[in-house]
Structures are given as structure tokens and as C-alpha cells.
């Protein structure tokens, strides 16, 4: 007989406290205010405006390098979640007494497609490919509409198993 | 304009913006097309808990702000710039604890845009935590009229 699904409010409560650990131990997340906003496995983080992340003060214009650091990040917690997801969701469904360790970037490239307004910005990312050593990643931002982009990147990522034989 | 108002403006430039204030970058150096910048290392700048190691965000914001300066501190007297394009290679983890510089060299402009190079590093100088290579727009000065 097929097993009866689990309360809904059991498996939210797994999948945002497992995302909410994940994020929870970063310094920088936290300094920027970057946030993530889950729907099933899909995440959007949310890059909440403040004065402080000004780059242009004249326009004014959200910092490139908080541009760069947002989607970035948004890159690596993508590949930690999906990590996670696996380990949470996959079999026992039971929360991992650690976390996975977070991906280290390889290189990163940002390509600037308009300034970024003093006010929230959106990105999602695409892991393009996910190997055992190896993630290519592509991210996304934009503000008031989805398709008008104001910023996207690739990144390359070593993955946490093999980023420890190199230490 | 000479060297020491041009130094002057691009050191403005840095110091009017509200997030290399919220890093504590200032400036080592600051000469034609070139510039050196240093961010003090900072608990709130950590991306890797287990390590203390800076997150990579905050060293691709140290190289491009002090890319930025570069552009600004060139001869062709930009009245402003904004990145294009930035690509980081991260070559290892920096040290925790330590400052990091980064310096920038705007090695070519044409009328509309200029091509820089930058390094970051912590106390070892000669083994180099990040480089980048950027394309950044030039606003041109304004000529009277």
C-alpha cells in the first residue's frame, strides 16, 4: 500500500529550517541582507536595499561589487541547497546532524546590463552542470520586472568533497 | 588637470561612496591609470564560518571599486565610469586575519571605454588571493558648452 503523505506543515517546517541553517552561518549573507524565499526546491533570493550597499551616490546605484557578492552568493546557496535537498528529501527525510559544506568559487564573471535602482533586486540561479569536482552556474538578477534583467553571471565552483582533498 | 587634482578627485570619488565606507577601504595609492586600495579584515566579511576566511563577494567588491578608481585616475579624466564587465579568478583563500589591498591598472581606454587589470592580496604579497580583468564605460568629461 502507498504511504500516506506526510503533514504539510512537517515538511515546510524540515525545508525552511534545513535553508534557514544553511544560511544562517554566513557573516556576509547576513551583512548584506541578502534573503531567500522558498517555493517546493526553487529559491529566490532577495537582495533587501539599504543605503549602505550605494555604489554611485549621484544616480543613485547598488555597488557592482555588492552586484557581484549578491549573485554570487546566490550561486553557492543554490549548489549548498540542492545538496541539502537531496540529503533532507531523499529517503528518510530526516534533517543531517551537519551541513553540507558550501562550494568554493573557481572564477566568477558578472556582466553589467543596466544600474542597479536603490530599491530591492531579485536573482535566481541555473546550475548549469554539477559534476563531482566541477559546477558551472548561471545567475540571474533583476528588479522591477523578471525579464528585464539587471545583472547575470557564470561562475565555476569546486565542489565541497573534492574542495577539502586541496586543502 | 594636474596629477595632485586628479589623485584628489578620484580619492573623492571613493570616499563619497557609502559602501567602500561601509568596508573601511582606503587608499595606499593613487597615480595615473593606477590605483591601491585596502579593506581591513572584519568578522562581518566572513564566508566560511569554519575558517574565518572572507567571503568573495567583499574581495570582487574591494577589485572593483578599486578598478573603478583606476578608470578615474587616468589621464583621458573620465567624469564617470560604471563597470561593464568583471571576471574574478579566485586563487585561494585569504588569510584570516590580514588586510586585503587590491591594485588596479587601467592598461588601454578608447572614447568610450577603458580596460583594467587588478590583483588582491593579503600580507603574502607575492602569491596573489584573487585577480580580475574588467571593462568599465567611460562618461566623458565635460568640455564647456
Not at chain 1, 4 to 14: G, I, T
Request: with cysteine; aromatic share 6%.
Amino acid at each position: 500500500m502507498r504511504k500516506r503523505p506526510e503533514p504539510m506543515q512537517v515538511v515546510k517546517e524540515r525545508r525552511d529550517s534545513a535553508l534557514a541553517a544553511l544560511v544562517a552561518g554566513v557573516p556576509y549573507i547576513q551583512f548584506l541582507n541578502i534573503t531567500f524565499d522558498r517555493r517546493g526546491d526553487e529559491l529566490t533570493s532577495v537582495l533587501n536595499f539599504d543605503e549602505q550597499i550605494i555604489g554611485n551616490p549621484m544616480l543613485p546605484a547598488i555597488h557592482g561589487g555588492v552586484t557581484a557578492a549578491f549573485l554570487e552568493t546566490t550561486a553557492i546557496i543554490q549548489l549548498g541547497w540542492q545538496e541539502l535537498w537531496q540529503e533532507i528529501e531523499g529517503g528518510d527525510a530526516t534533517v543531517p546532524d551537519s551541513l553540507p559544506r558550501l562550494p568554493k568559487t573557481i572564477d566568477f564573471t558578472v556582466d553589467y546590463l543596466r544600474s542597479g535602482l536603490p530599491r530591492d533586486a531579485y536573482a535566481r540561479a541555473r546550475v548549469n552542470r554539477s559534476g563531482r569536482r566541477y559546477a558551472s552556474v548561471h545567475v540571474e538578477a533583476w528588479q522591477d520586472n523578471r525579464s528585464r534583467l539587471f545583472a547575470q553571471a557564470t561562475g565555476h565552483f569546486l565542489m565541497p568533497s573534492d574542495a577539502e582533498l586541496t586543502e | 588637470m594636474s596629477d595632485d587634482i586628479r589623485a584628489q578627485v578620484a580619492r573623492q570619488f571613493i570616499e563619497s561612496i557609502p559602501h567602500a565606507r561601509a568596508l573601511g577601504m582606503s587608499f595606499v595609492e593613487i597615480g595615473q591609470g593606477v590605483a591601491e586600495l585596502s579593506m581591513p579584515y572584519d568578522s562581518r566579511l566572513i564566508g566560511d564560518p569554519a575558517t574565518g576566511v572572507v567571503h568573495g563577494g567583499a574581495i570582487s567588491t574591494l577589485m572593483d571599486t578599486c578598478s573603478g578608481a583606476a578608470v578615474m585616475a587616468h589621464p583621458a579624466n573620465p567624469r564617470s565610469t560604471a563597470t561593464l564587465d568583471l571576471r574574478i579568478d579566485y586563487m585561494r583563500a585569504a588569510t584570516p586575519g590580514q588586510a586585503l589591498v587590491a591594485r588596479a591598472e587601467c592598461y588601454h581606454v578608447t572614447r568610450t571605454v577603458a580596460f583594467v587589470r587588478a590583483v588582491a592580496m593579503d600580507d603574502d604579497r607575492d602569491n596573489p588571493v584573487a585577480a580580475a580583468t574588467g571593462a568599465f564605460t567611460i562618461e566623458p568629461a565635460r568640455t564647456g558648452a
